[in-house]
């Protein structure tokens, strides 16, 4: 869905050329193309805070996850050493 961004804006540069030259100089740009840059700048960084809640995210589950398989295996050698005392 973040590609999407991109690939509309380019359609419209392509279609509505003075809509950017007006934004250029609505927010300050000389130039389109560093309009262009600084959008580029903007979305890498929105990209890299919503990949790095992401992974957070993912760590917390891993270790969560580790903790259960670390459970589940004292309990399987529990039984297996009940099982050999019984014997």
Do not use: H, Y
């Not at 580790?66 to 099982?83: A, T, W």
Request: glycine share 6%.
């Amino acid at each position: 869905i973040i590609w999407f961004i991109p690939a509309i804006a380019i359609a419209l540069l392509a279609l509505l050329p003075n809509l950017f030259i007006k934004f250029a100089q609505l927010f300050g740009f000389q130039t389109i193309s560093n309009l262009i840059i600084g959008f580029i700048l903007v979305l890498i960084l929105f990209l890299i805070m919503s990949l790095t809640v992401i992974i957070t995210g993912l760590s917390k589950k891993n270790v969560l996850l580790i903790q259960e398989i670390s459970l589940l295996k004292k309990e399987v050698e529990e039984m297996k050493g009940n099982g050999k005392k019984n014997r």
